[in-house]
C-alpha cells in the first residue's frame, strides 16, 4: 500500500507564509513526478505547481514568483513553500505523486487527502 500524507496547512493573514508538505510512504520503488493542486469551494481542481524527478518544475500562472515546489528525494517528499498569500490562494491543496511500486509492481497516481489553506484577515 502506498500513501500520501499532507501537513502544513491552517490559517494566514494576506501577505503571510505557509510551508506544506507530503510524505510518499509505502511498497515504493520510485517516485516520478510530484505535485500540488488545489480546489477552491465552487471550482474545479487545480494544477499549482509540479516537480519532477530531475528538479524540474512548473507553476501556475497565478503563483509564479510566490510559491515554490521542492522535493527531498531520499525522504520520499515534496514541499510547497507559499509566500505572500493572497485570499484567492483559499482552498484544500491536494498532494498528487506517479509512484511506482513494488509487490504488485506497477505505476499509477497518489493523492493525499488534502489540506485547508485559509488566507484571511
Known amino acids: 500500500q502506498v500513501q500520501l500524507m499532507e501537513s502544513g496547512g491552517g490559517l494566514v493573514q494576506p501577505e503571510g507564509s505557509l510551508r506544506l508538505s507530503c510524505v510518499a510512504s509505502?511498497?515504493?520503488?520510485?517516485?516520478?513526478?510530484m505535485g500540488w493542486y488545489r480546489q477552491a469551494p465552487g471550482k474545479e481542481r487545480e494544477l499549482v505547481a509540479t516537480i519532477v524527478s530531475g528538479g524540474s518544475t512548473n507553476y501556475v500562472d497565478s503563483v509564479k514568483g510566490r510559491f515554490t515546489i521542492s522535493r527531498d528525494n531520499a525522504k520520499n517528499t515534496v514541499y510547497l513553500q507559499m509566500n505572500s498569500l493572497k485570499p484567492e490562494d483559499t482552498a484544500v491543496y491536494y498532494c498528487?505523486?506517479?509512484?511506482?511500486?513494488?509487490?504488485?509492481?506497477?505505476?499509477?497516481?497518489?493523492w493525499g487527502q488534502g489540506t485547508q489553506v485559509t488566507v484571511s484577515s
Open positions: 509505502g511498497s515504493i520503488f520510485s517516485i516520478n513526478a
Open positions: 498528487n505523486a506517479n509512484i511506482v511500486s513494488m509487490f504488485p509492481v506497477r505505476t499509477r497516481d497518489y
